[in-house]
Structures are given as C-alpha cells and as structure tokens.
C-alpha cells in the first residue's frame, strides 16, 4: 500500500519561499511506472496541478507555466521523498497542497494516492 | 492548456436517484479522462480512469463513459455516502487540468 506523508510550515510571510515535503512508503521515487506531482487546491483556483518529478532513465521535470519561474520539484533518493519550493509568495499562494502519485493505469496516468493535505497560508 | 468544464456546478438529488455530471474538454483528449469524489475537509478519491474503468474498490453504481472532448460519470442508485463534489482530470498533456467541480447535494 502506497502512502504519501507531508510536512512543511502552515505559515509562510510574503516573498518568503513555501517548502513542502512528501515521503514516500510503499513505493520508490525512483519508479519508473509512477510520476511524483505537486498539486494546491483553492477557492479561487479550484484543483490546480503545479508540476511533477519522474525517472526514466534519467530525471525529468514539468511545470505548470503560472508557476514555472518560482517553483522547483526535487526528488531525493536516499530519503525516498520529493519536495516542493515556491518562491516569492505572495497571499494568492494561500492553498491546501498536495503531493501525490501518478500511477499508469492504461497509461492514462491518473492521481491514485495522494498525500494529507497542508494548508498554506501566505501572510505576514 | 486544456481546459475542462463540467455541468452542472452544483445538483441536488434523492438517495435513489440516477444522476450524470459532464465534462467536457476544449480539445480532443482521446480516452485520458480521471474522475475524482472529494468530500468537504478530505482527500481527493480517485475513482475511474481512462474515461470508463473502475478503480478497484469503487461501487459499480459508478460508472463513466466518453471519448474526444465529451465524457459522463453516472451514478446509478445515490447513496448517502455519495454526497460530495466530483471532479474530471485530463491526463492527456501536462498542464493536467481539472474541471472546476460539480457539488453534489441531498434534496
């Protein structure tokens, strides 16, 4: 059974970086029949993907382009986990996210487990 | 991006009752279509995949169908655990976009 565990702060203050963690049992971050995403879900932004960590032979990265100039995904191997740093946030990062696996489901990818949840809140 | 739009945002109904949400996407994504069932304060679940297929577990009250740009998730006999808001993914090119929800409520 795959589970995905997150950890990071609640409260980030504006221009700070979010840093969020998400380890992985029961499953590699090295797999090469998962990807490893990013997602944030608000009210304003409904369930919005923010980007992804894989490996297929070697790692690759995808961002969504809202965030492509603040956000980097990594994984690490020796810990089994991959996190989340957006940069230069502001109150409109203020979300719920989560981390959570693609599996390949008739290669439609879809997000069969996913992380708890943590509530960002960007304010000063 | 690809962007998905579902109907209708909200829809009150009886325990019993047949209900279908659409989604329907701006492009052409063949069969990479994800449903999900979020209940206030939890986790996405992932329910069917690739438009039709059921995830192991989920009741076969549910079921989904579509191809192209146009898809449904049906619920066949409501149950009161089915209360929640569903939401289609594509899964057909990154940015993998979602609709915006359709809130499911009891009559």
């Known amino acids: 059974q795959v589970q995905l565990q997150q950890s990071g702060p609640g409260l980030v203050k504006p221009s700070q970086t979010l840093s969020l963690t998400c380890v992985i049992s029961?499953?590699?971050?090295?797999?090469?029949?998962?990807?490893w995403n990013w997602l944030r879900q608000s009210p304003s932004r409904g369930l919005e993907w923010l980007g992804r960590t894989y490996y297929r032979s070697k790692w690759y990265n995808d961002y969504a382009v809202s965030v492509k100039s603040r956000v980097t995904i990594n994984p690490d191997t020796s810990k089994n986990h991959f996190s989340l740093q957006l940069s230069s946030v502001t109150p409109e990062d203020t979300a719920v996210y989560y981390c959570?696996?693609?599996?390949?489901?008739?290669?439609?990818?879809?997000?069969?487990?996913w992380g708890q949840g943590t509530l960002v809140t960007v304010s000063s | 991006d690809i962007q998905m739009t579902q109907s209708p945002s909200s829809l009150s109904a009886s325990v019993g009752d047949r209900v279908t949400i659409t989604c329907r996407a701006s492009?052409?994504?063949?069969?990479?279509l994800n449903w999900y069932q979020q209940k206030p304060g939890k986790v996405p679940k992932f329910l069917i995949y690739a438009a039709s297929s059921l995830q192991s577990g989920v009741p076969s009250r549910f079921s989904g169908s579509g191809s192209g740009t146009d898809f449904s998730l049906t619920i066949s006999s409501l149950q009161p655990e089915d209360f929640a808001t569903y939401y289609c993914?594509?899964?057909?090119?990154?940015?993998?976009?979602f609709g915006q929800g359709t809130k499911l409520e009891i009559k």
């Open positions: 993914q594509q899964t057909y090119t990154t940015p993998n976009t």
């Open positions: 959570a696996r693609a599996g390949a489901y008739s290669s439609t990818w879809p997000f069969d487990y």
């Open positions: 492009q052409s994504i063949s069969n990479y």
């Open positions: 029961g499953d590699s971050v090295s797999s090469s029949s998962a990807t």
